[in-house]
């Protein structure tokens, strides 16, 4: 019998070899599920089947895993190291487990009793053939029953295959449960039943609707009659006409989800990648698993850097073996050819302003309801649009405050808002986005914009997607607003704008606690830094040192990503990518590293991605560099003064309460750097390594500039109105711009100039009849003037008080 097994798997693995093509899911599980090859292993799967075990057995000699053919030598016992849960090729099963599978697992609880150091990890593996979910009034394929329809899955599905390993389970504490072995082994066998069921469940989701009869059940629904009767009217037409309309805005909204259509992007995009990217770099995954296995409504959240987000991220979550969410994308995506397999890949797609249309709100909130009553994940950009700069946008509630009212319209399952950092070494678009700052219109989507960016094509360094901490609604409703569920009508609209807003910028927050740092942000960070984007080279990879150290020794979040190459291979990695505008130059004192003037603005679009981990750095930095030396308390003072504008502006995550232990943790590594000199309560600069020092500073150089110039307005003119505010400091930082060769696009943004007088009346800068508090203002103004060089503070001045005088009534 064992001959012919063993004939039996040789010829079939070679047949597998052929035909079949799998991914691991997780791509690393040793170090994400966090398994130890030194402990015994014992792989369970879910039914019996020797082609399973063998694409198994493939990727656990891949992996570095045990090989679940060979057998655990344990104290003279040999032992199989898999087991089947579930015999599979029956039509009537039974609930027991098979003897041989009872006997294997009792024989391992009875070696655990004997053995007190041994602990054999229980490893749940399940292989998916194909990942449809079928159709509504359908049964799915959840296992295959004969050989023949194996042969065939293998034939169909030899490219869409995935092996998901599962976390380990330990069978010492499995041993250690009071009861028989027998009744263990069965509490055992239910737990890996549904387990299993769930992580099928996860893979494929709920299967797809019926698209008509989900149009009529939308349309029947209270609220669409409500609307419907409104429209019909309102613009005095008949009943069916304004149904009509109705139904047409469905059919422009809805997706038209098509398994087939996903595998076929599967393969091409697998192919755009490998054109693109050096690689896919995905971090905490594992998170998004959890949330999925544990029957959640995930709402994936990302920011907005390309047109490629949308692709790169179903892609990922196919590959994580997760359902490819629903993407809410804006209707100018709605454009052939490529708005029809747009739909099909899950787009839904939605008008830029719902301003005036009862109709089209109402619809568009119930389409999104029913999809989250479905089960089916979403995804949105809460940004709105791509963002131009590299930094991320003020959020936009209107998705998110739908998102809400679902779970309080009585929604059952658990919502998770799932925040995604996506970054990337060289963005497609950045050029475009370049004219764009510079006063170009933007081009509208269309089909010969799409083979332009097609002809582009080539390799473009890593992409980086990093899952950040959920939120799951639930808790976070019940934890910041107790009473949610009690509250209703004109009660609930007065909770529930002000915990949108919160929960906006909380997720915001996350996005931010994700970041991805990559060699091209961090060089283009440090040749920004240099007023001539100019450096030796010995003294940029001494910078990218201090900067790999500090995120290192004072991390500003557990989650995010830090290179962790040597600076001389993040350096070469940079100047080994097309067209980024780094160049190498030779004089006789050695090498020098140059940014070229023209790439100068494209660069501040990536630092920009990671400017919030250096801002508090950068702003201690300056303050030692004006001051030569000052006490710590003084230099603590003036941070915390500061502190909540950079914090609005950049979406910091760090409470005031924490910011003093935090600004102490940064004094003491850039000490233990030796960049700066501590002495009892004195912070002074240690002059051997100033230049790194003012290097470190001008990450908050133009921040400073821009607070300052709207301030000095508010001290020559309390008065002034908002919006003449905004305008003003938008023209004098436009105008400092071009006279010292400022090179970022936010820095004259009218938005931020926004986000800056709102944090001001936040914080108490405004008096209640809506002027400027001139002793608030002038305290801030101080502290930050003493950070200006005097060239910038006398442009600043001279440029308001022009301003100033010119406006003067006559």
């Not at 959240?301 to 590959?319: A, F, G, K, V």
Request: proline share 4%.
């Amino acid at each position: 019998m064992s001959i012919f097994l063993d004939t039996y798997r040789k010829a079939l693995d070679f047949m597998l070899s052929l035909l079949v093509k799998s991914n691991p899911i997780p791509s690393d599980p040793v170090n994400e599920l966090e398994l130890d090859r030194q402990k015994c292993f014992l792989y369970l799967l879910p039914y019996t089947s020797q082609t399973d075990l063998l694409i198994l057995r493939r990727h656990c000699l891949q992996l570095g895993l045990p090989d679940p053919l060979a057998r655990n030598k344990i104290n003279g016992d040999s032992l199989p190291r898999f087991v089947f849960l579930d015999r599979g090729r029956r039509f009537f099963k039974s609930n027991q487990l098979t003897e041989n599978t009872r006997a294997l697992f009792s024989k391992y609880f009875e070696l655990h009793r004997s053995h007190s150091e041994l602990d054999v990890q229980l490893v749940p593996v399940s292989v998916l053939w194909g990942r449809s979910p079928g159709h509504e009034k359908k049964l799915p394929h959840l296992r295959f029953l004969g050989r023949l329809q194996k042969l065939w899955a293998i034939a169909w599905f030899g490219r869409d295959n995935f092996v998901r390993f599962s976390k380990a389970v330990s069978l010492r504490d499995m041993a250690n449960l009071k009861g028989s072995d027998d009744d263990i082994a069965l509490k055992l066998t239910r737990v890996a039943k549904i387990h299993f069921s769930k992580q099928r469940t996860s893979a494929t989701g709920p299967r797809l609707p019926n698209r008509q009869a989900m149009f009529r059940q939308i349309l029947q629904s209270s609220a669409v009659q409500e609307a419907i009767a409104d429209e019909a009217k309102s613009k005095k037409i008949d009943h069916d006409k304004a149904t009509a309309n109705a139904e047409a805005m469905l059919n422009e909204i809805a997706a038209n989800v098509s398994h087939e259509s996903l595998r076929l992007a599967d393969r091409f995009l697998r192919w755009l990648w490998n054109k693109l990217y050096r690689g896919i770099d995905v971090k905490n995954g594992d998170r998004v698993r959890k949330l999925a296995i544990e029957g959640h409504e995930i709402v994936y959240i990302p920011c907005h850097r390309s047109h490629i987000d949308y692709l790169l991220l179903s892609y990922i979550l196919y590959h994580q073996g997760l359902v490819p969410p629903h993407i809410a994308a804006g209707i100018n995506l709605n454009f052939w050819p490529v708005g029809g397999r747009f739909r099909r890949w899950g787009a839904f797609f939605i008008r830029r302003t719902f301003s005036g249309n009862r109709l089209y709100s109402t619809v568009f909130r119930q389409y999104l309801s029913e999809l989250f009553r479905r089960g089916y994940a979403v995804e949105f950009f809460i940004e709105g649009g791509r963002s131009r700069t590299g930094r991320l946008l003020a959020p936009k509630t209107g998705m998110l405050s739908m998102t809400l009212q679902a779970l309080l319209e009585g929604h059952t399952r658990p919502i998770s808002l799932v925040p995604v950092y996506i970054g990337y070494e060289h963005v497609l678009e950045v050029d475009t986005y370049a004219k764009e700052l510079r006063g170009a219109a933007k081009e509208k989507e269309n089909a010969g914009l799409v083979l332009r960016v097609i002809k582009k094509l080539r390799n473009m360094g890593k992409g980086y997607v990093n899952f950040g901490e959920p939120i799951t609604l639930n808790t976070y409703l019940n934890q910041h607003y107790p009473n949610w569920k009690e509250s209703e009508g004109e009660e609930s609209k007065a909770w529930l704008g002000g915990a949108v807003d919160k929960l906006a910028v909380q997720v915001m927050r996350n996005i931010n606690k994700a970041a991805a740092i990559n060699a091209m942000n961090l060089i283009g960070t440090v040749l920004l830094a240099s007023r001539q984007r100019a450096l030796a080279r010995e003294q940029l990879l001494s910078q990218l040192s201090i900067y790999q150290q500090l995120l290192n020794n004072v991390a500003y979040s557990r989650d995010v990503i830090v290179p962790q190459e040597s600076p001389q291979a993040m350096l070469e990695h940079v100047l080994s990518l097309d067209k980024v505008g780094i160049i190498q130059e030779k004089d006789s004192f050695g090498e020098i590293i140059r940014l070229e003037r023209s790439s100068a603005v494209l660069m501040t679009y990536y630092r920009n991605n990671i400017q919030h981990l250096f801002v508090l750095p950068s702003l201690i930095a300056s303050i030692v560099i004006h001051h030569e030396a000052i006490q710590q308390s003084l230099l603590i003072d003036a941070v915390q003064k500061i502190y909540p504008f950079l914090k609005s502006e950049l979406f910091l995550d760090i409470d005031e309460n924490r910011l003093k232990p935090w600004i102490k943790q940064i004094l003491a590594e850039l000490q233990r750097q030796a960049l700066i000199n501590l002495h009892d309560e004195m912070v002074g600069i240690n002059k051997r390594n100033i230049r790194s020092l003012q290097l470190l500073s001008a990450g908050i150089r133009e921040i400073i500039q821009r607070y300052y110039i709207t301030l000095n307005f508010l001290q020559a003119e309390p008065t002034i109105s908002r919006s003449n505010l905004e305008k003003e400091s938008q023209s004098v930082a436009q105008r400092l711009s071009v006279l010292h060769g400022i090179n970022a696009p936010e820095f004259f943004d009218k938005a931020v100039f926004s986000t800056f007088i709102a944090s001001l009346k936040e914080n108490g800068y405004f008096t209640e009849q809506g002027g400027a508090d001139s002793a608030k203002v002038e305290e801030l103004a101080a502290s930050l003037k003493a950070l200006l060089s005097s060239e910038v503070y006398m442009t600043i001045s001279s440029s308001v008080e022009s301003a100033v005088e010119k406006n003067k009534p006559e």
